[in-house]
């Protein structure tokens, strides 16, 4: 019988893995913040100037 779902296995196989340090998690989480930033505001622009050229040739509000 294969042991991998018993307790035991599962506190074996979690030995294993390869934990990420702290200063990782941390770049990590800024290169997320940064890039969620950067495409949050090339979205807003983007926006604003389909925005602005809709309204330049009549159709917006």
């Known amino acids: 019988m294969d042991k991998t779902f018993s307790w035991s296995g599962i506190q074996k196989e979690a ?25 949050a505001l090339f979205f807003v622009l983007c926006d604003f100037l389909v925005t602005y050229l809709l309204k330049f040739i009549g159709i917006g509000a």
């Open 15 to 39: 030995k294993r893995v390869r934990w990420p340090k702290w200063k990782d998690i941390g770049s990590n989480t800024a290169e997320v913040v940064l890039f969620t930033g950067f495409f």
